[in-house]
Nanobody, 125 residues
Framework: QVQLVESGGGLVQPGDSLRLSCEAVGRAFSSNVMAWFRQVPGKEREFVAAISSSGSRTLSADSVQGRFAISRVNAKNTVSLQMNNLKAEDTAVYYC??????????????????WGQGTQVTVAS
């Protein structure tokens, strides 16, 4: 059974930081593009960031560029999302995802075949 398990979400104030982690269980994803998406109730799932298998290339949404950074440690089969200067509009359930591609980072949800169950991030005063 393949699972992506997210952790690290919580309640923080605007301007604070959080670091989300995603651990792959059941198989290795060291040869796969990994990504983070987020979703607010009633809205479509939104792309946040993606990283190539080697970690040499990353892609981030304009809304988080300069504030969020995606990284991975293939030896531990983990992917992280460092979120700095959080804003209220960052509030969402954050999902970890994996594709069958090694180097093609994309914001298209259709290219990601494995999904975690999500971790809640709430940014409020």
């Amino acid at each position: 059974q393949v699972q992506l398990v997210e952790s690290g979400g919580g309640l923080v104030q605007p301007g604070d930081s959080l670091r989300l982690s995603c651990e792959a269980v059941g198989r290795a994803f060291s040869s796969n593009v990994m990504a983070w998406f987020r979703q607010v109730p009633g809205k479509e799932r939104e792309f946040v960031a993606a990283i190539s298998s080697s970690g040499s290339r990353t892609l981030s949404a304009d809304s988080v560029q300069g504030r969020f950074a995606i990284s991975r440690v293939n030896a531990k089969n983990t992917v992280s999302l460092q979120m700095n200067n959080l804003k209220a509009e960052d509030t969402a359930v954050y999902y970890c995802a994996a594709s069958d591609y090694a180097d093609i980072t994309t914001r298209n949800r259709a290219f990601y075949n494995y999904w975690g169950q999500g971790t809640q991030v709430t940014v409020a005063s």
